[in-house]
C-alpha cells in the first residue's frame, strides 16, 4: 500500500516534511509556511490533515501562527529542547564508491561528478608552459619536491590568497596531493577518533567520506540553501561543547551551490574563537565565483590560527594535476610532520607547470574566460528548470562555478526516476551521499563542468521528463507557481 493512502499517517507526513524543510534550512527562521490550502493540495489531503500537523508543529515550537495571516517558522527556526542535536555515525562509504564505479564505467551518460572536462581546461597554455620548462637545461622537472613544496609555487599562491583576503607567506603554505587530502590531513591533525565533527547539511560527500574513514561522529547544522550553515544553530552546539571541530565549504557549496554572506563568516569565526574550535575551511571553487561577487575566504578572519584553508587548482586548471595546498596556521607543525611519514609529496613537473602557469598571467585569463562559459551555463539550467521540470520544483540558480543542487517536488519517487532514467541510457545519483544519515532526499546534483553541448542537453532533459514521470500525479501541477513558498519555485 502507498504511504499516502495511510490516513492516520498522512498529518506526521506533513510534519515531517516541514521539520526537514525548516531543518535543512530552505524554511529559514520567521518564514512564512504555505498556506493550508496549498498544503493539502501538494499532500492530497484534508484541510484538516494540515491542520492536526501544524498544531503539532506549534505545540513543538516549530512554528507560530498568526491570526488571518497565517503560520510561520518559528523565531528560533527550530524546535529541539536545548542539548537536543543529532549525531550521525557516517555510512556513506559504500554509496559513493558504487557511484564513482558507475560513473567510471562510462556505460551510461552522467552529469553526477564534479570534475572540469577538457573542454573547458586551458590544455593549449598548460602545454605551452610544458614546452617552456622542457626546453631548459636543469633537472627540476624530474627532481623530488620534498614537503612543504615547490618554493616558487608557495610564494605564487601566498599571493592568490591575498585577492581571498589572507595574508601569508611561502612558508605557511603546504603543498598537497589536491584538496582531498589537504582536508583529510587537516582533520587528522584536530581531532581524534570518536570526535564530532559539525558539517553542513546535505555537504560534499568528499568530507562525509572522511569523517566515516577516521572513526568521527558528524553533527549536521541546519544550512540554508541561499546563505548556508546556520550560525545560530552552531553557537548552540559550540555552547553545549558538542563540537571538536566545525568542517565546511561555504563559497559555491558542494552540492547547493550557495555563498556564505561575509557578515555570518565573521561571526563563524568568532564564536569558533571564544569556544576554543578549529575551522576547517574548504575553498575549491573560490576563482569560479564571479568577482563582484566574491567573499572574503573565512581564514581573513583568524586571528589565532585555528582555521585551516584548504583549495586547489583541481576544479579551475588541471584535475589531473592533484595539486592543492593548505594554508594550517598554529596546525602547520602537525600536518607537516604526517606528510613526512606518509611521504605525501607532490609531482615536481605538476608544481613547476603550475608555477609557470600562474607567473606568466594565464590563470586570470583563464579563469576570467571559465567564468563566463559557466555563467552561460547556469543561465540556460534555470530557464530549463522553469520551462521543463515539474511544478513545485525547487532550484536556487547558484552565483558561480558548476554545481547545481535541484530539488524535485515532494512527492517524487525518486528510485523511479533513477531506474527511468537508466533506461533512457542517463545515470543520476542519489542524493543520500550527501547526509551524514545517508537518508535521501528530492535532490539530485548537477555537475555543468562542461561546455553545453547537445548531448548535455539531452541529459538535462532526460533528467527533467523523468522527474514528470516519478512525480505522483496531484493537483499541485495546476498550481501557479506564485502560491508555493519561497525561495525559487518553478
Not at 167 to 173: A, F, S, T
Not at 399 to 415: A, L, N, S, V
Amino acid at each position: 500500500m502507498d504511504r499516502f493512502d495511510l490516513p492516520d499517517k498522512r498529518w506526521r507526513i506533513v510534519k515531517d516534511w516541514i521539520i526537514r524543510q525548516i531543518d535543512s534550512g530552505d524554511l529559514a527562521a520567521e518564514a512564512k509556511l504555505p498556506s493550508i490550502r496549498v498544503l493539502a493540495r501538494m499532500f492530497e489531503t484534508s484541510i484538516t490533515t494540515v491542520q492536526r500537523a501544524l498544531a503539532d508543529l506549534e505545540a513543538e515550537a516549530y512554528v507560530t501562527t498568526v491570526p488571518r495571516v497565517g503560520y510561520f517558522v518559528s523565531a528560533s527556526g527550530r524546535a529541539k529542547p536545548s542539548g537536543a542535536f543529532d549525531f550521525s555515525s557516517v555510512t556513506v562509504n559504500h554509496a559513493v564508491v558504487a557511484m564513482l564505479s558507475k560513473a567510471a564505467s562510462r556505460t551510461t551518460a552522467s552529469l553526477n561528478s564534479a570534475v572540469l572536462h577538457s573542454d573547458l581546461t586551458p590544455n593549449v597554455l598548460l602545454n605551452k608552459c610544458l614546452s617552456v620548462l622542457a626546453a631548459r637545461t636543469d633537472n627540476a622537472l624530474s627532481g623530488l619536491v620534498a614537503p612543504p613544496g615547490l618554493p616558487a609555487l608557495r610564494r605564487r599562491i601566498a599571493g592568490l590568497m591575498l585577492t581571498r583576503g589572507v595574508v601569508c607567506g611561502p612558508d605557511d603554505i603546504l603543498v598537497t596531493s589536491g584538496d582531498t587530502i589537504a582536508l583529510e590531513l587537516a582533520l587528522e591533525a584536530v581531532a581524534s577518533k570518536g570526535a564530532t565533527v559539525a558539517i553542513e547539511t546535505p555537504t560534499y560527500y568528499g568530507i562525509l567520506q572522511t569523517i566515516e574513514r577516521l572513526g568521527m561522529r558528524a553533527l549536521p547544522i541546519r544550512t540554508d540553501g541561499r546563505t548556508g550553515l546556520d550560525v545560530d544553530h552552531l553557537e548552540e552546539a559550540l555552547k553545549q561543547k558538542k563540537v571538536a571541530v566545525i568542517f565546511l565549504n561555504p563559497t559555491l557549496q558542494n552540492p547547493r551551490g550557495f555563498i556564505m554572506p561575509d557578515e555570518a563568516r565573521a561571526r563563524l569565526s568568532r564564536i569558533a574563537r571564544e569556544a576554543d574550535v578549529p575551522i576547517i575551511e574548504d575553498d575549491i571553487f573560490f576563482d569560479l565565483v564571479p568577482e563582484a561577487d566574491r567573499p572574503r575566504a573565512l581564514k581573513s578572519y583568524d586571528s589565532s590560527g585555528q582555521t585551516i584553508y584548504c583549495s586547489s587548482f583541481s576544479k579551475t586548471i588541471a584535475p589531473g594535476y592533484r595539486v592543492g595546498w593548505c594554508l594550517a596556521g598554529k596546525y602547520r607543525n602537525a600536518i607537516l610532520a604526517q606528510m613526512f611519514s606518509r611521504n605525501l609529496a607532490v609531482s615536481s613537473l605538476a608544481q613547476n607547470v603550475l608555477n609557470e602557469f600562474i607567473g606568466r598571467g594565464y590563470m586570470d585569463e583563464h579563469c576570467a574566460r571559465l567564468r563566463s562559459q559557466l555563467s552561460s551555463l547556469a543561465s540556460f539550467v534555470e530557464a530549463l528548470v522553469r520551462t521543463d521540470f515539474p511544478i513545485g520544483t525547487l532550484y536556487v540558480p547558484p552565483r558561480g562555478g558548476f554545481i547545481h543542487w535541484i530539488e524535485m517536488p515532494t512527492h517524487t519517487d525518486m528510485p523511479a526516476l533513477q531506474q527511468l532514467a537508466t533506461e533512457r541510457g542517463c545515470h543520476v545519483a542519489g542524493s543520500g551521499i550527501f547526509f551524514a544519515d545517508g537518508q535521501a532526499s528530492t535532490g539530485v546534483r548537477i555537475c555543468l563542468g562542461t561546455t553545453l553541448t547537445p548531448a548535455v542537453i539531452g541529459i538535462l532533459k532526460v533528467i527533467a521528463e523523468c522527474a514528470h514521470l516519478a512525480a505522483r500525479p496531484t493537483n499541485l501541477r495546476q498550481m501557479p507557481t506564485e502560491q508555493l513558498q519561497e525561495p525559487a519555485v518553478f
